[in-house]
């Protein structure tokens, strides 16, 4: 795999402006970020060109006052957590698994256990900066909490890994820190079932379940509780209490203080294998539409874990097992509910989405999680994406 | 009368027959209603205005428009501050008949609705299952939920839970060539369709319905309002409140103009006269949690030089706080004909710096303005008094107006925090965007609506031919 390291934006952009004259194909898989030693990307192919943000870290403007900071894509998360905490700021990211760099972050727009009380990865990115494939840079918002000038690119580019361009910079919304921060982990054969396991309880702030299909060890749960110390402490009395009504293991695994880096490990990324499914349920189905997802996984040879997000109706579905990318054959379940949907009307007439993003994972997995998709937005997007780099912009590019 | 002015032969027979009948106006008398929106500078008069009752009928509406290339503007109840649903010919689309809640999802905590669905209904069914809509415009009893969706509008109580974007789980567009799509938010691996879609300002189609998110009424809620002698230490003490530790869900500034109109109103709230600023801070939670950061929030505005602080002891103090910053708009009425609401929104550090150079502006150009506007999230509204029968006031409101936006542009900050660019700011697009940006913004509203049918003249200004 060949590699790029730009040590500037107009170094960026002059390379990828000769780049559109030949020098990577539109076929070519490319990752963009930090870590192109990774291979579980989130592309159907290994990757063959990888552009390496890894000179783009600097703080470009810390506003502490105005809850903003834009910094280059390739500053990593805990290192960004580290130069908000010294203001007594911070961006609420913990429990995300690994220490990537902010662009990836963006790019990837993962879950995390805060999505249900601060909002997903689109709520914090204020504006960026993005080197279309075709060369030209653009940026887009201003660092202001409220912006609707023009169509909302800021929020488009969350998720959209680097099909549209690459982000050299981001600017982020930042949040007072919490007077106190208090983690748990519970853990219990009560919480089986997630959907319904934490009625009755006390609001958190960050609410994670985890558990095995097939496995007989009981589900755990990983909960946080932020705000003032009156308030926080009466909280957590009230989630003791409930615990032990529930027969549930109780341990306090945070401090008092908020940790200056709030990522959980704060460990390098490393090459993975297997692969990661992202699946919205939405909480209405989040019950049945588990079950249902335990049942078909149960039993295909492989080890599966579940996290699962109550508070959004969100579930991940990992294995370790097998490589990361690269010709292998979809899961049977992916299969089994992609056909289905390929024989039913799509879109559902009530608006439900109920969807697979396919975080880390081959070919067939790409094609299968295609079919469920509606016809009529996949082709708005890809009259979208053209619009951003016209039909030259490469087909597969990731950003990690 | 009947009119098929700049209309192809034969299309309002068949719009006419598209929709219900009584469905369609084309009386120019009739019509004169429908030439402005809340921002009574820009004016228009459509050929037609056709409002159908459901979404079948709005898919039909589209495609016969799209067949006979004629353009349309999306309008809702047209309580818009920027000009964004006048048509100055074609055809108004008015979603005011499809104002149904289709279902309120209890445990899903959602909501399926219409586009005409006026913004406190949804809220009237949430509250039903003890759920509510969060974002709250100051005219959510009169604009709709489309509206709110077209123009991603915001209100006080966005600073701590987000704008309308944050709250649309998935929403159906019809496109300007009448094909429906369902789009979400990149839960299927595809883009974030819906974000674009929402503040799109009807240039990329329809909206034929919304799922919004919905959210448990708070337990607890906590007011209070917090008297300055100074703007300046009113400005710092937002400041304050924030650093500790504190996000409520609503922190407004009203100045002292503002105060002595609302006193000499109905609203009257007995703000003292020589107040020259007051802050409004609410927060919420669960119980006790209010109270307590209520209480840190009162020390901060204390430590900034606040004169007085009223906490409001009940639910009908809370609503007279409120009344003193929501009904300013309505008061304004008692000093000038029309108010030409400015918005935009400024890094909120800039605010001490900036709001003493709005009431230089107005007095250079010898208007009056009145500030109110949500100061926690830095978006501004100084609303300047006009006669828009007098040319030479509606000259200078214009004239002072630019120059407000070129000077919260160069702080930092937009030209629009939550009103939209409709007409009125299409020209300080290029404050804020260069060539590039606008070409991609173009080229994406060109790829999805290939004739220029969806509300044109709006949002993007036109290229001017010079190169970058």
């Known amino acids: 795999m060949r590699t790029f390291r730009p040590g500037s934006e107009l170094e960026l952009r002059d390379w990828v402006a000769s780049a559109g004259e030949g020098a990577f194909a539109r076929d070519t898989p490319i990752v963009t970020g930090t870590t192109p030693d990774r291979t579980d990307t989130g592309l159907g192919a290994l990757p063959r060109l990888c552009v390496s943000t890894e000179a783009l870290s600097n703080t470009v403007d810390f506003r502490p006052g105005d809850l903003t900071i834009t910094v280059g894509s390739g500053m990593r998360l805990s290192a960004l957590s580290c130069i908000v905490a010294e203001a007594g700021l911070w961006l609420p990211l913990a429990g995300l698994p690994e220490d990537r760099s902010v662009g990836g972050w963006v790019a990837a727009a993962p879950v995390g256990g805060f999505d249900g009380s601060y909002g997903p990865v689109r709520r914090h990115v204020l504006a960026c900066t993005l080197v279309l494939w075709d060369g030209r840079i653009t940026r887009w918002g201003r660092p202001v909490m409220k912006n609707v000038a023009g169509y909302d690119v800021p929020r488009i580019l969350c998720g959209s890994r680097s099909r549209l361009g ?20 519970l853990a219990g054969a009560s919480l089986r079932d997630p959907g319904a396991a934490f009625a009755g309880a006390p609001r958190f702030e960050s609410l994670m379940w985890h558990g095995s299909p097939g496995i007989t060890a009981p589900p755990t749960a990983s909960v946080s509780l932020a ?149 009529a937005a996949r082709e708005v997007e890809r009259r979208w994406t053209a619009a951003f780099s016209g039909a030259d912009a490469p087909w597969q590019a990731d950003y990690l | 009368m009947s009119s098929e002015r700049a209309l192809p032969a034969g299309l309002l027979s068949a719009l006419r027959a598209a929709i219900h009948p009584g469905a369609l106006i084309d009386d120019p008398d009739r019509l004169v209603a429908y030439e402005s929106d809340a921002l009574t500078t820009s004016r228009g008069l459509p050929d037609a205005a056709v409002f159908p009752s459901d979404r079948d009928e709005l898919i039909r509406v589209v495609r016969l428009l799209h067949e006979a290339r004629v353009p ?31 279902e309120v999802d209890e445990s899903g905590r959602t909501a399926l609705v219409e586009p005409g669905a006026l913004t406190d209904t949804i809220n009237e069914a949430a509250q039903k299952y003890g759920l509510r809509y969060l974002p709250d415009p100051a005219s ?30 998935a929403l159906e567009v019809i496109l300007p060539d009448g ?49 300055f002698d100074s703007l300046a230490d009113a400005g710092l003490a937002v400041g304050k409140i924030f650093e500790a530790g ?24 007995g703000l003292p006269l020589d107040t020259e600023a007051a802050l409004v801070v609410e927060c919420e939670g669960e119980p006790g949690e209010a109270e ?95 006669d828009r029968n007098d040319p030479d006031q509606v000259f200078r409101v214009r004239a002072a107006g630019a120059e407000i936006m070129a000077l919260c542009v160069e702080a930092g900050g937009t030209i629009t925090g ?37 509300n044109p003249g709006k949002l993007l200004p036109e290229p001017t031919g010079e190169g970058p």
């Not at chain 2, 700011?425 to 609506?449: I, N, Q, W």
Request: net charge neutral; aromatic share 6%.
């Open chain 1, 166 to 185: 690459i982000l050299t910079t981001v600017t982020l919304r930042l949040w007072p820190r919490p007077r106190v921060l208090r983690q748990f982990e």
């Open chain 1, 227 to 375: 705000g003032g110390s009156t308030s926080v402490a009466t909280r957590s009395d009230a989630l003791l209490q409930w615990a032990g009504d529930k027969d549930l293991d109780f341990q306090e695994v945070g401090a008092d203080e908020m940790q200056a880096t709030p990522i959980a490990g704060s460990r390098r990324s490393r090459p993975a294998t297997g692969a990661a499914y992202r699946i919205t349920l939405g909480r209405r189905y989040l019950t049945a539409g588990l079950r249902d997802l335990e049942r078909r996984v149960d039993g295909d040879g492989k080890s599966w874990k579940l996290e699962v997000l109550p508070a959004t109706g969100v579930a991940r579905l990992l294995t370790d097992e097998g490589k990361a990318a690269g010709r292998r054959p979809a899961p049977a379940w992916l299969t089994a509910i992609s056909d289905h949907a390929g024989r039913t009307s799509v879109p559902h007439p009530s608006l439900e989405i109920s969807a697979v993003r396919v975080e880390r994972g081959g070919q067939a997995e790409h094609e299968a999680a295609h079919r469920l998709r509606n016809t």
């Open chain 2, 72 to 102: 349309f503007v999306t309008r809702g109840a047209g309580t818009g501050l920027a000009g964004g649903a006048v048509a100055d010919g074609g055809v108004l689309v008015c979603t005011t008949r499809m104002h149904r809640i289709l």
């Open chain 2, 140 to 169: 959510a009893a009169a604009c709709t939920i489309g509206g709110n969706v077209a123009m991603n509008s915001g209100g006080p109580h966005c600073l701590k839970y987000g704008v309308t974007s944050d709250h649309v789980a």
């Open chain 2, 179 to 227: 094909t429906p799509v369902v789009v979400g938010r990149g839960e299927d691996g595809g883009l974030d369709l819906a974000g674009v879609f929402t503040g799109s300002e009807g240039t990329l189609g329809v909206i034929s319905r919304i799922r919004v998110d919905l959210a448990p009424v708070a337990p607890e809620v906590r007011t209070f309002l917090a008297l």
């Open chain 2, 246 to 269: 504190i996000v409520p869900v609503a922190l407004e500034l009203v100045d002292h103009a503002t105060i002595a109109v609302v006193e000499a109103s109905v609203f009257a709230a």
């Open chain 2, 292 to 386: 307590e950061d209520l209480e840190e929030a009162v020390t901060a505005v204390m430590e900034c030089g606040a004169r007085e602080v009223r906490r409001a002891r009940d639910e009908s103090e809370r609503l007279a706080i409120w009344q003193a910053r929501k009904k300013a708009y309505g008061a304004l009425g008692r000093l000038a004909p029309d108010v030409f609401v400015q918005d935009a929104a400024v890094p909120r550090s800039t605010l001490p710096d900036l709001l003493p150079r709005f009431g230089e502006i107005a007095r250079r150009h010898d208007l009056r303005l009145a500030n109110f506007f949500h100061a926690g999230d830095g978006n501004v509204h100084p609303n300047l008094l006009f």
């Open chain 2, 418 to 454: 939550e009103h939209g660019v409709g007409a009125d700011k299409v020209p300080y697009m290029t404050l804020v965007f260069g060539e590039a940006e606008l070409a991609v913004m173009r080229s994406l509203r060109d790829h999805t609506d290939r004739f220029g049918l969806a």
